[in-house]
């Protein structure tokens, strides 16, 4: 079935993560999504399968290269047929490649166009690129993580954090934007960070007015949880999540531990006691849990109301992309890649009761739908065999493999 954006064209200039991830988002939700790719490729393909076949699925791509009067010319009247515009280059870049703002408007006059910024575009730090791990670095996210506060180094949390948290505003932005554009007839630029996504992920985090931190949960220096009830545990087998906030979890779980006797014991009776002992009371339940199976466990605190999950192991290829009830519900996708073959990976993000659609294409090819494009914006087949001879335009060929 269609997606709920199904109509709306938008033209990706984007390279890595930061770029594409957004457009592969308005993809999912059923928008044609075209990925502009300079001919020798986007500069992930040859680094990390993986992450690009993660933030590409869903897009139509042409291949072009954009410094030769040709390749623009194309570029533009590709614009002239879309809603919006995303990208991720460094300030300037767009302008002098002559698909910046102005440009895209004046072959779209109504054009919805979001850049992706390091940082944004004042300011003296404007000019400068990143990735994501400057983007936790300058938040403060590596800080928190670590903590720093317990003893250790700061931790750089995981790669692609940044870049997540920035695309997810930049897709809210023209969203609004399209519905702006409704009422008004009325197209306009916008633009996201790296560095302000990555603020999303230290929002609790603040200083009173006399400098000093005020009483928050923290992590303890094992980096398991902030409290001896809000966090991991291991097993016999593996690792268990548990999150009980409530007085009716706390006594459930004695019950499922068989310890009654904490339930009144005064150094936990209260939820200050238990924050106030929190290591106290983790060494008496580390040995608990190291009784049985984490599944054992989750089971019993489901039956008993205890919220917990077994923490899953991502490299076992068994689980999460291979679970039938997260297929069923849409969590995870499967489509075929002409070179990967059968490929899972997570599905849609909302489903909605009319429109659900669903990914329908695999990360694509470079240039893998460059004629096709080229022929819908009217270019005869001559043409098209002149641009590719001259390396205006490029396309899979005979024999391809990976990165192509």
């Not at 895209?104 to 004042?122: E, Q, T």
């Not at 809000?230 to 087998?237: A, N």
Request: proline share 6%.
């Amino acid at each position: 079935m269609p997606g709920p954006l199904e109509g709306v064209r938008v033209i990706d200039f984007g390279q890595f993560l930061a770029g594409p991830f957004g457009p592969m988002l308005l993809a999912d939700l059923g928008a044609d999504v075209i990925k502009v790719e300079p001919t020798r490729g986007d500069g992930m393909r040859a680094h990390v399968v993986g992450s690009f076949m993660g933030c590409q699925r869903g897009k139509r791509d042409i291949a072009i290269d954009l410094k030769q009067p040709e390749g623009l010319e194309i570029a533009r009247k590709l614009v002239a047929t879309a809603d919006m515009v995303h990208h991720n280059m460094t300030k300037g870049t767009a302008d002098r490649l002559g698909v910046g703002y102005e440009h895209c408007r004046a072959v779209k006059p109504d054009i919805l166009y979001c850049n992706n910024f390091m940082y944004g575009p004042i300011g003296p730090l404007s000019h400068l690129g990143g990735l994501d791990p400057i983007a936790q670095a300058a938040s403060g996210i590596e800080w928190e993580q670590g903590p720093v506060a317990a003893g250790n180094p700061p931790l750089w949390y995981r790669y692609g954090h940044g870049d997540v948290a920035a695309a997810m505003p930049s897709v809210l932005a023209l969203l609004i934007a399209l519905y702006h554009r409704q009422r008004t007839g009325e197209g306009q630029s916008m633009w996201a960070s790296l560095f302000h996504g990555s603020m999303l992920y230290t929002a609790d985090v603040w200083i009173g007015p006399d400098g000093t931190s005020p009483e928050r949960p923290t992590l303890d220096a094992q980096q398991l949880g902030l409290s001896a009830l809000y966090r991991l545990y291991e097993t016999s087998d593996g690792w268990l999540q548990l999150a009980a906030i409530t007085e009716d979890h706390w006594r459930a779980l004695c019950g499922v531990l068989g310890r009654h006797d904490l339930v009144d014991d005064p150094r936990f009776a209260t939820c200050e006691s238990r924050l106030a002992n929190r290591e106290e009371l983790t060494k008496i339940l580390e040995p608990i849990f190291m009784g049985d199976l984490a599944v054992n466990w989750r089971r019993a605190l489901d039956a008993a109301g205890v919220p917990s999950e077994v923490s899953v192991d991502t490299w076992d290829g068994e689980t999460v992309l291979f679970d039938d009830e997260l297929m069923r519900l849409g969590i995870v996708t499967e489509y075929e890649h002409p070179l990967l073959g059968r490929v899972r990976q997570f599905g849609n993000l909302i489903t909605f009761s009319d429109t659900p659609g669903k990914p329908q294409r695999a990360a694509p090819m470079l240039g893998q739908h460059t004629k096709e494009i080229l022929a819908e914006l009217g270019y005869d087949e001559a043409t098209i065999e002149d641009y590719h001879s001259r390396g205006i335009v490029t396309w899979p060929s005979e024999g391809y493999a990976w990165p192509v």
